[in-house]
């Protein structure tokens, strides 16, 4: 059973407009949530991350949104441009166990 | 350049020819970690190591051996590989914080075929 999941395997956005990507975990024991982007024919690269004992975290042009209670995260781009065009990875992970569990990725696509 | 490194980028073999994937760091990390991934399912642990010669199982380490004599160096050994292995493989370091999991550099990967 998958803890931490992203339900689009992809998403199409206009350049210039918001995307939107989602992420839902199970294990309440997750404290602490990460955005990996990754390229094809590349590693993934560190995004953007967030601590449970905050709601929003902003960099730049990126925000992650945490929502406890739901246990829901979602991350803003705007304005999308074509080079956010990537795959996304959510990842958790809770401070008492460093290991961290990822979702399965979301593709997004930026059209011009 | 901070980086991490994986040899081969691609590889192509037989069931039960034994192989290693190599991988190393230039960042004196203390932390390193195996995954692969397969579709819809994101990226799975394989094993992972603390330190030198501390090294422990993830979500799926059966078929795989790990070793982690040097700091810089994580070697991954498939002893008798097997269809099933067949995944995209990322090495990934880190330098673990005080009080959180600090963000992991990854290698660009390696794309295993078992035939």
């Known amino acids: 059973d998958q803890q931490v999941k992203q339900n689009s395997p992809s998403l199409s956005v206009q350049e210039g407009r918001i995307s939107i990507l989602n992420c839902d975990y199970t294990n309440s024991m997750f404290d602490y949530f990460l955005w990996y982007k990754k390229y094809p024919a590349e590693g993934p690269t560190f995004l953007i991350s967030i601590s449970s004992i905050k709601d929003k975290n902003e960099d730049g042009r990126f925000t992650v949104f945490l929502n406890k209670s739901a246990k829901h995260l979602s991350l803003h781009i705007v304005p999308s441009q074509p080079g956010d065009s990537a795959v996304y990875f959510c990842a958790a992970s809770a401070s008492s166990n460093y290991q961290l569990i990822w979702g399965a990725g979301t593709k997004l696509i930026i059209k011009p | 350049e901070a980086q991490v490194t994986q040899n081969p980028r691609y590889l192509i073999t037989v069931t039960g020819k034994k192989l290693t994937v190599t991988c190393s760091q230039n960042?004196?990390?203390?932390?390193m970690s195996w995954y692969r991934q397969d579709p819809g399912l994101g990226l799975r642990q394989i094993y992972y190591s603390m330190n030198v010669e501390v090294t422990d199982k993830g979500d799926v380490p059966e078929g795989y051996k790990v070793s982690r004599k040097e700091k810089r160096n994580f070697p991954l050994i498939l002893e008798s590989p097997s269809p099933n292995q067949t995944s995209l493989y990322f090495c990934?370091?880190?330098?673990?914080?005080?009080?959180?999991?600090?963000?992991?550099?990854f290698g660009p990967g390696t794309r295993l075929t078992v035939l």
């Open positions: 960042m004196n990390h203390e932390y």
């Open positions: 990934a370091s880190s330098s673990p914080g005080l009080a959180l999991p600090d963000t992991q550099y």
